[in-house]
């Protein structure tokens, strides 16, 4: 079968498309390594794109995911009082509560207040509202001292 | 140190949404650079509603170019250059939308973005992630550029940091010059970004610099980065991060003094600092990276 231009196009795309998926969903995966190397093995893939991910260096796929889910800590922090005071007074829960949500809920905002709005929705949704309400009064609390 | 007389090539500084930094590098940004970048994105805030509005450090950067008498640039991280999907489209229309209204207020002289995708199928990752180099890619990036071409006349993609690649580091140089092969689009070169590479992956700098299209490029950018805590990967290794959190190194230095007489079309050098990242007694080191970078330009004359 002769593929015309314009179909070979659209396989590109899908091809690079699935790859990009693929790639998000490493970063935030419990072993980002191994999804990397799925990456490379899938055959659905084309050569192309299967040996551009079986050239990443384990190390460094470890890092960036690290980076990417430290960036999107800060960003929480940054974006939510709640959130911020809750880790300052109980850190080992938070970080738990925060591992959680990364691994459950896409990381889909750019900016801290959306991020800490996303968290609150998600918190809600597990009937974890209650945590944040008792920290907003605690920062609320910090705040007028 | 008198800005306006000692350097063809113009010399600036990165602005931070930061209080502490802007205080503490008041008397440089004031006296001893030539011009702003800014990264937009930190002069915004998101409505609830998604709408773009600005932050009180648009007006005060824009304040403090007018009063020190700067020209800006622009230079983001979260354009996503390489992301294919179409999940990320209407967010990136919004932002150039509100570039375009900045350019009334900042009339920033060129636009940059990093080389990788910050957002995959509509997810944040909010650093650059790199993307397979393929012609595909290299149209997709280029498509992009276009697009802000729109707002903004000159526009440039950056090297950036990536920790693991999805190929070759020379390839990347290859990469880079097929991308900003038609007119109007530059090359802005990080050299604390490619120092940190050969770090990380060995690469013979020569060999890369030897690949990259010296016309095209249209800035570089100077920084410091710090090795990561051992604890972060199994086994103790650790790998150099692009943090620009700390001084200059003199490596780098010296690749600025390399580069610098193949760089015809050169129209600034940026002295980078991340937020956070500036105590009082760093003001005297930043000033004199300032001063060593415009040293290092004047020697072209």
């Known amino acids: 079968m002769v593929r015309t231009a314009a179909t070979q196009l659209v396989t590109k795309r899908a091809a690079h498309l699935r790859f990009e998926r693929l790639l998000a969903q490493a970063m935030i995966a419990r072993d980002p390594v191994a999804a990397m190397r799925a990456i490379a093995d899938d055959a659905s893939l084309p050569e192309e794109l299967r040996q551009a991910a079986a050239a990443a260096d384990p190390r460094g796929v470890e890092m960036t995911a ?37 691994q459950t809920v896409a990381p889909v905002v750019f900016f801290p207040a959306d991020e800490g709005r996303l968290f609150a929705d998600w918190l809600r949704g597990r009937g974890g509202a209650r945590n944040l309400m008792h920290y907003r009064m605690s920062a609320q609390h910090d705040q007028t001292r | ?44 805030w998101p409505t609830a509603d ?23 640039v622009a230079h983001g991280v979260g354009m996503s250059m390489a992301t294919a999907s179409t999940d990320d489209q209407a967010r ?33 990752m909010m650093l650059p992630m790199p993307m397979p180099m393929t012609e595909f890619s290299a149209h997709i990036v280029q498509d992009r550029l276009r697009a802000m071409q729109s707002v903004i006349g000159d526009v440039g993609i950056e090297n950036s940091a990536f920790y693991f690649m999805l190929g070759t580091p020379l390839a990347e140089a290859d990469f880079l010059t097929a991308i900003v092969h038609p007119p109007g689009l530059h090359l802005v070169l990080d050299l604390h970004n490619l120092y940190t590479l050969s770090v990380n992956t060995e690469v013979d700098i020569a060999a890369y610099l030897a690949r990259l299209p010296w016309s095209k490029v249209i800035e570089i950018h100077l920084s410091g980065g710090a090795d990561s805590d051992p604890a972060w990967l199994p086994g103790g290794q650790t790998m150099r991060l692009d943090s620009h959190d700390h001084a200059v190194p003199e490596p780098v230095w010296s690749l600025l003094d390399a580069v610098l007489p193949r760089c015809r079309n050169l129209r600034g050098i940026t002295v980078e600092r991340m937020e956070g990242t500036v105590t009082p007694s760093d003001v005297p080191l930043i000033a004199e990276e300032i001063h060593r970078a415009r040293s290092a330009s004047a020697k072209l004359r």
Do not use: K
Request: proline share 4%.
């Open chain 2, 50 to 72: 998604g709408a773009l509005v600005t932050n009180r450090f648009h007006e005060q950067f824009a304040a403090l170019i007018d009063t020190a008498g700067l020209f800006a």
């Open chain 1, 66 to 102: 690290l980076l990417v889910a430290r960036l999107r800590f800060e960003r929480l922090i940054q974006g939510s009082i709640e959130a911020a005071s809750w880790f300052e007074r109980e850190p080992d829960q938070f970080a738990a509560a925060f591992r959680e949500y990364h």
């Open chain 2, 1 to 44: 140190m008198n800005r306006r007389s000692s350097s063809a090539i113009p010399v600036g500084l990165s602005l931070q949404p930061d209080d502490d930094f802007l205080g503490l590098l008041d008397p440089i940004i004031c006296e001893h650079i030539d011009y702003a970048e800014i990264a937009p994105e930190t002069t915004w």
């Open chain 2, 92 to 124: 990136q229309q919004r932002w150039l939308e509100r570039i375009r209204d900045d350019q009334q207020r900042f009339a920033y002289r060129w636009y940059s973005d990093h080389l990788g995708a910050s957002s995959l199928a509509g997810m944040c």
